[in-house]
């Protein structure tokens, strides 16, 4: 099977490994990929594009909080997946980045795998990405 290009994602982590393995999944998801390892890259990559549909951003950023670059990206892009990946599985933390606007709260390293199961099946069933939370537990709604 050829996989067409199904939109442009981009992947904000400063570290390298990171990045690297999730710009991998998106691509083999059919994504033309963007990566960036700080907040006023993954601005200046996401602005770069001609639509931005899907972005994972990593919570601890060189530059600036992964919430900040959320909101700006929410309300540059607001029908982009937006994905808050951390290592941090805090409930406060989930309710801060649902509010700034994030569609997915994934746990690292745990959520990697079921992200890429639902975002190969994009066309299939979009809500399947909006207010998710995955992590060690498996993938589950947000309740708020």
């Not at 400063?14 to 059919?30: I, K, S, Y």
């Not at 549909?53 to 937006?82: F, Q, W």
Request: with cysteine; net charge negative.
């Amino acid at each position: 099977m050829i996989a067409t290009n199904i939109g442009y994602a981009m992947v904000v982590d400063d570290e390298p490994a990171n990045r690297e393995f999730a710009e991998r999944l998106l691509q083999m998801a059919a994504f033309t990929v963007k990566g960036a390892s700080t907040g006023a890259e993954a601005l200046a990559a996401a602005r770069s594009v001609p639509k931005l549909t899907l972005a994972l951003i990593d919570m601890e950023l060189p530059d600036a909080s992964g919430l900040a670059v959320i909101r700006t990206l929410r309300v540059e892009n607001p029908n982009a997946i937006l994905i808050m990946a951390t290592m941090h599985d805090d409930r406060a933390l989930m309710a801060r980045a649902f509010e700034s606007g994030c569609d997915v709260f994934l746990v690292k390293p745990h959520g990697f795998m079921e992200l890429f199961r639902r975002i190969k099946d994009w066309d299939l069933n979009v809500a399947s990405l909006q207010k998710l939370i995955i992590d060690q537990y498996g993938p589950r709604p947000y309740r708020g």
